[in-house]
Each structure stands twice: as structure tokens, then as C-alpha cells.
């Protein structure tokens, strides 16, 4: 059964950046300008990262500053080599792709709050998809209400821009948590009721 609310929040949501191509100029950016990574560091953590090669490239990258190591694509190498990883940054050339992807360090804050964001919007999304999957399985609303404003609770405090979470959270919440339903009568079945954004409207004639 196709649920005209989940329609509703990928219509509104919007589309997903170039994640890959965001991160990976982000990497490239701290290795033309490593006075950035104080900068950067504020704004990104390493599970912000979609894609492996790139996380595991940062993660290298943040612990050479803690240790006051300059960050240098030849010292990030050394250290991915002693951990075991460089073949899974994809070697010499995986690095060496990481430094064309970036046009300018200057532009390292604004790549890290793309990337930020948009691991706060998978975050979301994620959580979202839960919370209708528990639903399916036979979840109580009450329980799956409040686990949903936990995750998403924590979207919200993992990202500094603060985006778009609180629109979806909204709509959400209005389909989800039932002192949000008041004015609804429910139909009996919980995926339908959530499906209608709560039940069937007092007063209202609905065709199912």
C-alpha cells in the first residue's frame, strides 16, 4: 500500500547533494590548506563521511592534528600505511585524486558544511524510514513516536547549520504522535492512520 504521507516528505524533502564529490573536496582542501582543519574540525566528524575512503582519509587526517603532526599528504600516507588502509583510500593515487578534487582550500568551510548537512539529512531520512518500518511490523504508535524524536533529536544536535530537520521533524510529528491526532478518529489499523496523517478527520468523507 502506497502511503500518500511518505509521497508528501520526498516531495518536500530536498534533493541530495553530490555527496561523494563534496567530500572528497573536503579532503583535497585540508591538504592545500591545513591551517583550515580548526575550522573544519568544528564542523565535521568522521561518521559525517558517506563514503569510506574519504572517512578513513579524514580520520587520518584528525589524528595527525590532535598529535600537532602537520597534515601533509606524504604524513597522512605514512599513517593510513602503518594502519592498514592505505589500499582502501586507494592508495598513492586515491590521495593524489583527493587533492584535485578541491579547486581552492579556502573553500574547506564550505564544503565541510555541505557534508555536514547532508549527513544530517541521511541521519533524517534514516530515521524517518525506521519509524514507518516499525510501524509496518506492528509497532505501538507511543513507543515509535518517542524513539523517533530521540533520532531525530540527534540529527538536530550533529549538525551546526541546523537545516532541515525541523520541517520534516514537524510533519513527523503531526503524523506520529498521537497528541498530535486529536482531532482524528482512528481507523482501527496503525499503518493506515499514519498513511491519513492520524485517522480520518472528524466531519470529513474519506475514500479509502
Known amino acids: 500500500m502506497a502511503c500518500a504521507s511518505v509521497t508528501s516528505l520526498r516531495r518536500r524533502a530536498p534533493p541530495m547533494p553530490d555527496v561523494f564529490s563534496m567530500e572528497d573536496a573536503l579532503v583535497g582542501a585540508l591538504f592545500l590548506s591545513p591551517e583550515e582543519y580548526a575550522t573544519v574540525a ?5 561518521d559525517d563521511f558517506a563514503r569510506e575512503s574519504a572517512r578513513l582519509t579524514y580520520e587520518s587526517i584528525r589524528f595527525l592534528a590532535s598529535g600537532g603532526t602537520p597534515i601533509d599528504p606524504v604524513l597522512v600516507q605514512n599513517d593510513l600505511e602503518r594502519r592498514g588502509e592505505l589500499e582502501k583510500v586507494g592508495g598513492l593515487v586515491g590521495l593524489g585524486l583527493f587533492a584535485e578534487a578541491a579547486t581552492s582550500g579556502a573553500n574547506a568551510k564550505y ?23 516499525a510501524l ?12 523517533l524524536k530521540a533520532d531525530l533529536k540527534d540529527a538536530e544536535a550533529s549538525d551546526a547549520r541546523r537545516l532541515t ?4 521533524f514537524d510533519i513527523t510529528m503531526e503524523q506520529l504522535d498521537p497528541e498530535q491526532r486529536r482531532d482524528f478518529i482512528s481507523t482501527g ?4 492512520d499514519v498513511c491519513n496523517g492520524g485517522g480520518i478527520a472528524r466531519g470529513s468523507l474519506t475514500i479509502v
Open 42 to 46: 568544528a564542523i565535521v566528524k568522521p
Open 111 to 133: 564544503y565541510a558544511e555541505r557534508v555536514a548537512s547532508a549527513a544530517r539529512e541521511r541521519r533524517i531520512r534514516r530515521a524517518i524510514g525506521n519509524a514507518y518500518q
Open 136 to 147: 509496518e511490523s506492528g509497532g505501538e504508535v507511543d513507543a515509535v513516536s518517542g524513539e
Open 165 to 168: 530537520a525541523r520541517p520534516i
Open 189 to 192: 489499523y496503525k499503518l493506515l
